[in-house]
């Protein structure tokens, strides 16, 4: 079992990390995927693609095929971009499960699909959080955990790590350096245990995260008396199924439980969640439930 890192020179917070990463001890060539060099260290393969990584689909798939490897879960290094401009070190999973086939994919996946949450997600947030603010780059970056969107479609445990929020920190080789780490540690390339595997182990781990805007419901008419959420239009219930169903993949034997962020949603919106998790019997989480002490 191997875990891909996966970095694109046609981006300068991909490769940035990839380089320096790379500059760390025990790294060998490894077999090429379709022209594209890989390297490898121990159970984790390095590979430089050319393409935005948003469009290279199935790159589990296709290792597994070139290689005879079974990959445990993926990785990709990118850009994060943010009409605030605002530096930030994030992480996040990957899926576009509330578009509709007719709409276009200018992002990657494709129309009610989400990849399973890689699990490495939350530890790697508080593992990166650690090592910003040992690197002082807090507060000048922001580090943060972002909602589910964009592709590639993959069947893999995924996570995307980036560095924004424009080309001035895309650049940054301080924040490259920084992820570099995140990946040698988190993956236990160094010294230390690997950071996030699961196994079926206590404290709090982090699946998809849906954005409101990913919600997309119908408001209507008789929303004042709503009894049943199938009057609520749109394809929100199978956002949320979606999530929750690769969620569950992505933790075997684990209890998956629902965060609703109730300030984000109209009063109508917010019962017909609460009412179709009731119904699909997903358990609401209490704000204790999510402390990792």
């Known amino acids: 079992m191997v875990t891909l890192v996966v970095a694109t020179s046609a981006d300068p917070a991909s490769i940035g990390p990839a380089s320096s990463l790379l ?3 025990g790294w060998h060539p490894g077999p090429s995927l379709q022209d594209a060099a890989s390297y490898t260290n121990k159970e984790v393969r390095l590979i430089k693609l050319d393409k935005r990584l948003v469009v290279e689909n199935h790159l589990d798939k296709r290792w597994e095929e070139a290689t005879g490897e079974t990959v445990d879960d993926v990785v990709f ?5 943010a009409s ?61 955990l972002e909602a589910t969107h964009h592709g590639p479609e993959i069947n893999s ?10 080309e001035e920190y895309w650049k940054r080789q301080d924040a490259a350096q920084a992820i570099a780490l ?3 540690e988190g993956l236990g390339l160094g010294e230390r245990i690997a950071v996030g595997n699961w196994s079926r182990k206590d404290g709090v781990w982090v699946g998809h995260m849906l954005p409101g805007y990913s919600l997309l419901m119908e408001d209507p008419r008789e929303a004042k008396s709503l009894t049943n959420s ?9 956002t949320i199924r979606v999530a929750f169903e690769t969620t569950k993949l992505a933790f075997p034997g684990g209890e998956v439980l629902a965060h609703l962020d109730h300030k984000i949603f109209k009063g109508w919106q917010r019962n017909a969640i609460i009412r179709f998790f009731t ?5 609401i989480g209490k704000p204790s439930d999510f402390c990792p002490c």
């Open 182 to 184: 995140l990946v040698w």
């Open 84 to 144: 605030s401009n605002r530096p930030a070190l994030t992480i996040h999973p990957i899926g576009t499960p509330h578009l509709r086939e007719v709409e276009a994919l200018t992002a990657g996946g494709k129309p009610g699909w989400a990849a399973p949450p890689n699990p490495r997600i939350g530890p790697w947030f508080r593992l990166l959080k650690n090592i910003a603010n040992s690197h002082n780059l807090v507060p000048e970056f922001e580090v943060t």
């Open 230 to 238: 199938a009057v609520v239009g749109g394809t929100w219930r199978e």
């Open 23 to 25: 500059a760390m001890p």
């Open 157 to 166: 445990p995924t996570m995307f790590v980036e560095i924004g929020s424009t």
């Open 279 to 283: 119904e699909q019997n997903i358990k």
């Open 77 to 81: 290094l990118s850009k994060h971009v």
